[in-house]
Every structure is written in C-alpha cells, then in structure tokens.
C-alpha cells in the first residue's frame, strides 16, 4: 500500500475569468506542482471525494456520503463528457468495508459526476479516464449538512480500508474553500428553482445549463469588480482551515458547526468537506506531510482557492 494525497478548489470560471497574469501564472505553477507529484507517484487508483451542484444529487433523495460503482460525467461548463474507468470491484469492497464500520452511506450503480468531481483529473492528465476512478460524492451544497465529525469518519474508514491494497492510490479532494456562488437555495428558491433542486424538472437543457453557466460567469465579473451581492471571501478562515489540515490533527473541526461555516465562509464552504475527508484517509495510512501548498484569494473564480499535495512521511 501506498497513499498520496492532492487536495485542490475546483473552478468552473478557470476557462472563462479574467485573470490578472501574476495569479495566472501562479495558478498555472500550482498545477504545475500538482501534476508533477501526481506523476512522479504514478497512482494505479485515483478515488475521488468531490462535491456535486445538483447536476447528478438532488433534494428528492441527498444522501450525505455515495460511492459510485461506476459513474458519467455530464460535461458541465465544457469538462470532458463521458463514461469514466471506474473498478466496480474496488469501489463495492470499499463500500462495503465503509459500511461495516457504521458510516451511513448510499451507494450508485450510476453515478453522474460534473465539474466538481472530473475537472481535477482534466488538469493533471487532459483526460478523465486516464486511471481507473472511484468517485466518493459527499453532499456540499444541501443543507441540512451532517456534521464534521462524521466526514472525518467517513475519511478514516477510507483509509483503513485502502491501506489494505497492495496498488499505489492517489487521493483526490476537489473543492472549497470560502465561496459564495449563486447556486439557488431551497429556502429562497422560486418555483422553477425547487423543481429544479427536487431532480423533477427533468434532464436539463442545453439553453438552460447556458443560462445557468451564464449567471455565474457574469456574477463573477461583478464580484471582482466589487458589486456582486455575494457574501465575500474569508481568507483567515481558509487559512485556519489549511493550518488545521496540515497538522495532522483533525479533531479540532469536529466543532465547527455547518451554520457557523454558511454565516463566515459562504454558502458553498461546505466543499472543504471533500479536503477533510481527504486529509483524514491519508491520515488513518500513517503520519503526513504537505510537500506543496498554495492559497490565494482570487474574486475572478469567486473562491479562497487553494491547492496542496501531502505525502505519507
């Protein structure tokens, strides 16, 4: 067994915002990190934990946690469409070995995967199938949440579990950190919006995913120009967050409430929720270490955007 871990935000905005070049440079280095220890540790298995935005999980069933036994992703805001390599083998044994230790999770002949779940495997290979995929969604953007507690749970029994295998396994967490997007809540949504987060309005159009796409584009514009009605960014929280991860003590976030998270970090914080799990799968393999990491606030990808790569000591 060997584990590695790379914990990176995702963006839909990464092929649309208007960068300033120093931070797109700067990004374009941390992927440049990202890809070369990705590659040097050369993973047979990539399992993923990665948030979805009611593009595969909806309101009329939201599970907290869900392996897939194989998965698609639906291609939103030009990510690769498509069937991914998914081990059914590896996936139903991980499932079960999760279960078995008393974590509540869904399982998914199925699963479709978006942006939040693929785009990292676009940046480090150009191709979602490169290696063989286990996709872990854990709901982010539904309230009501389940509590930190149980994510970093969850994110040990992973581990416990894949230490046991004798291939070379990349851990990825996509998601976070603060940000605030205008995806449609249920408390405020309009009637349109509810059918939509129910799953009952039915495959969505391409004029609409469009739409949607546009909405967010044109929101990020306004909030780097300042005028964005959009709770703004909280750089100290993601940086406590990044120093409690790298610790290696993760109890500690057990007590940040999912209220408190919304009310300081925005309503999509909650994706640091696939980091923490991701810290704590690599943590139940052994002690670790951040070998890169990097932070920047950056209000073109409404996001604390940050990215790191953790190794076992």
């Known amino acids: 067994m060997t584990l590695a871990l790379l914990a990176t935000s ?12 120093a931070v797109a440079a700067e990004l374009d280095a941390a992927f440049g990190e990202a890809r070369a220890f990705v590659h040097d540790f050369d ?10 935005h009611y593009n ?23 990510s690769p469409a498509g069937r991914l390599d998914v081990p059914g083998d590896v996936a139903r044994e991980l499932a079960e070995a999760v279960i078995g230790e008393g974590i509540d999770l869904a399982v998914s002949l199925d699963m479709r995967i978006d942006h939040g779940a693929v785009q990292p495997m676009e940046i480090l290979y150009g191709d979602i199938t490169a290696k063989p995929f286990v996709p872990i969604f854990i709901n982010s953007v539904a309230p009501p949440f389940t509590p930190l507690r149980r994510v970093r749970l969850l994110g040990e029994a992973v581990g416990r579990y894949l230490r046991t295998r004798d291939e070379k396994i990349l851990l990825i967490a996509s998601g976070g950190l603060s940000h605030d997007p205008p995806v449609p809540r249920l408390a405020d949504a309009t009637p349109d919006q509810r059918e939509m987060l129910l799953g009952r309005a039915g495959p969505v159009t391409p004029e609409a995913r469009r739409a949607r796409q546009r909405r967010v584009i044109d929101t990020a514009r306004e909030f780097a120009a300042g005028t964005a009605a959009i709770q703004d960014l909280a750089p100290e929280w993601d940086r406590e967050l990044l120093r409690v991860l790298a610790s ?24 640091v929720r696939s980091w923490i799990a991701g810290y704590a799968a690599l943590g139940a393999a052994g002690a670790y270490t951040v070998r890169y990491g990097y932070y920047r606030p950056i209000r073109e990808l409404i996001a604390g955007f940050a990215l790191t790569t953790v190794a076992l000591a």
């Open 10 to 21: 995702h963006s839909p905005l990464l092929e649309h915002a208007d960068l300033d070049p």
């Open 43 to 52: 993973p047979d298995i990539v399992v993923n934990f990665g948030p979805d």
């Open 56 to 78: 595969g999980f909806f309101y009329s069933l939201m599970p907290p946690f869900c392996i897939g036994y194989a998965a698609e992703s639906i291609g939103d805001y030009g």
């Open 248 to 271: 290696g003590d993760l109890a500690p976030l057990d007590a940040w409430s999912p209220e408190e998270m919304t009310r300081v970090a925005g309503n999509s914080s909650h994706e």
